[in-house]
């Protein structure tokens, strides 16, 4: 079989069939199949890697994407909340002196002196223009009901009309809120 078959090359070389087609026919049937075999699998595995590649940066850059835009809105929130309680120790520290000058002006008042009484009430609107122009609210405390978010209650005293009960009979010092934050709550007298 072995002279057969090389006999049969021998043969087509002496008729002139090119030796190169021969050879170049058995390889590239075994080549061009175990090569188109072997790089369709390859080129697959790598267009699997590339997609896997492009799909985990993907989701990284989202992921990135979503921690910058947490931390910029945070930043902004804070930002505003540091704008809004800015001024709160000033105010913190001049609420003393507009409660002093609201009982001098309770005590002149029952005096009769005018003129000392007109120039401190020109004072107190001014100052008191000046806080709630940055934020500052005085909470009406009188006759609403008693809430502890608001309210501290200093004394309970027997309730003139049964209406009354559980509700703010008089202020000892009013509350104030700073931007929708209460400041300083009421001290209030509730009645029982």
Not at 59 to 69: H, I, N, V
Not at 155 to 172: F, L, R, Y
Request: glycine content about 8%.
């Amino acid at each position: 079989m072995m002279d057969q078959a090389t006999n049969e090359e021998e043969v087509l070389r002496e008729e002139g069939a090119p030796q190169d087609a021969q050879e170049t026919t058995a390889p590239q049937d075994e080549g061009g199949e175990g090569a188109d075999g072997e790089d369709a699998p390859a080129d697959n595995a790598e267009e699997a890697e590339d997609a896997e590649g492009a799909d985990e940066w993907r989701d990284k850059y989202l992921r990135l994407y979503a921690e910058f835009d947490n931390f910029r809105k945070r930043t902004m929130r804070e930002r505003g909340d540091l704008v809004r309680s800015a001024g709160r120790d000033l105010m913190e520290a001049l609420l003393p002196v507009l409660d002093d000058f609201e009982r001098a002006m309770a005590a002149a008042e029952g005096q009769g002196v005018e003129q000392d009484m007109e120039g401190t009430k020109l004072i107190v609107q001014k100052m008191r223009g000046i806080l709630e122009s940055k934020g500052l609210k005085r909470m009406e405390a009188k006759g609403a009901e008693f809430d502890i978010d608001l309210h501290e209650a200093i004394a309970q005293v027997p309730s003139p009309d049964a209406d009354m009960k559980g509700k703010v009979i008089d202020v000892v010092e009013p509350g104030y809120k700073l931007h929708d934050t209460v400041l300083r709550f009421a001290k209030v007298v509730v009645g029982n």
